[in-house]
C-alpha cells in the first residue's frame, strides 16, 4: 500500500469505525462498499482494505450478495484499543470508562501484589522513576507530561507482574487514562492522595511487600471510580 492510500485507508477508517461505534450505523445496518467509497472519495481496493480491519475488530461481518453488515455490541472486539479510543470519544463516554475503570479495579491490585513478587530491579527502579515523574507534573495543569508517566507507572506493573494476559492489558489501561485526560475526565490537577499513592505503590513493589502493593493499588482504582461519580456521572 502506497503512502497516499494508506492516508485514505487512515480517514476513512478514523470516520467510519467511531461513527459504527456511536451509534450512527446501528447494529443489522448493510452497508456497501460501493457507496461508501463513493462517499469517501477512494477506491474500492481502499474501502476493501478499510472493511478488513472492521472485521478484525468484530465491528463488522462481509457476505456475498449482502454486504458490510454492523455486528450487536455484545461480538465487538472490546478490548482493542481503536475500539476503546473510538467509543471514549462518543456519547457513551461515561458507561465506557466506567466499564474500563471497573476493570482496572479487578486486574491492577492483583498485579501489583505479583509485581512485588517478581519485579526485576530496573522494574522497580522504573517504577520509581514513574511514579517522581507523576510527582512533578502533579501541578500547574501539566496533564499531558503526568499521563506519560502514569501511562508508563501502569504498563510497567502489568509487565512486572509475570503474568503474560495481564501485560497484554497495558494498551487498554493506556486508553482509558489516555481518554480520561483527553476528553478533561479528571480535574486539572491529579488528587495528590492519588499521586501519593503511586509513589507508595512503588516503595511496596520495591520492597517485596505484596499485600501493601495490592492494597494500595486497590486504592488508587477505587479513587478513578470514584471521580468518575461526580465527573462522568
Known sequence: MT???????ARVLDSL????TGGE???GSVLR???LSQ???VSRSVMREVVRVLESMHLVESRRRVGVTVLPTEEWNVYDPQVIRW??????????LRSLTVLRSAVEPAAAGLAARHATAEQCAALT?????MVAHSRGGRLEGYLLHDVEFHRTILRASGNEMFARLGDVVAEVLTGRT???????DPDPAAVTLHVKVAEAVRERDAVRAEELTREITLGALEELDVLAP
Not at 87 to 96: C, E, K, S, T, V
Open 129 to 133: 522513576e514513574c511514579a517522581i515523574g
Open 3 to 9: 503512502a497516499q492510500a494508506r492516508g485514505l485507508h
Open 87 to 96: 467509543r471514549l470519544a462518543g456519547a457513551d463516554r461515561p458507561r465506557q
Open 33 to 35: 462498499t460501493d457507496e
Open 182 to 188: 483527553h476528553h478533561r475526565v479528571m480535574f486539572e
Open 25 to 27: 450505523y446501528p447494529p
Open 39 to 41: 462517499e469517501f472519495e
Open 17 to 20: 469505525g467511531p461513527a459504527i
